[in-house]
C-alpha cells in the first residue's frame, strides 16, 4: 500500500486485486475500456484508492451476480455518472 500526503489510501495493482478478489489483468483491461481510472505516481504505477476498488467490486457483481457483459457494463456506468450529474445539478438548483 502506497500513502499520499492527503492520507487518503491508495494501493497498488497487486493489493488492489487482491482486495477485489480478482487478477491483476483483469485491471489492466478494466483500465483499458476506460470502466476505471486509476491514478499514476510519477514512475507510471497504478494507484487504486478506496473508490477505485468500490467501482470494480461494482463491476464484478454487475458481471458475475447480473450476467452483464462488459459492453453493458460500460452503458451502466456511464449511464449511472450521467444520473449522478443530474442529481447534482437538481440539488444546485433547489439550493437557489
Known amino acids: 500500500m502506497i500513502e ?12 488492489a486485486a487482491q482486495l477485489a478478489g480478482m ?4 485491471l489492466r483491461m478494466y483500465e483499458r475500456r476506460g470502466l476505471i481510472r486509476p ?10 484508492s478506496d473508490d477505485d476498488i468500490e ?9 458475475d451476480d447480473l450476467g452483464v457483459n462488459l459492453a453493458g457494463v460500460e452503458v ?9 450529474t443530474a442529481q ?8 437557489e
Open 4 to 15: 499520499s500526503i492527503s492520507e487518503e489510501r491508495r494501493y497498488t495493482i497487486h493489493v
Open 23 to 26: 487478477h491483476e489483468q483483469s
Open 39 to 48: 491514478q499514476r505516481s510519477k514512475g507510471n504505477i497504478r494507484l487504486f
Open 55 to 63: 467501482q470494480i467490486r461494482f463491476i464484478r457483481r454487475l458481471i
Open 76 to 84: 451502466i456506468i456511464q449511464m449511472r455518472g450521467q444520473l449522478i
Open 88 to 95: 447534482a445539478a437538481l440539488a444546485a438548483l433547489r439550493q
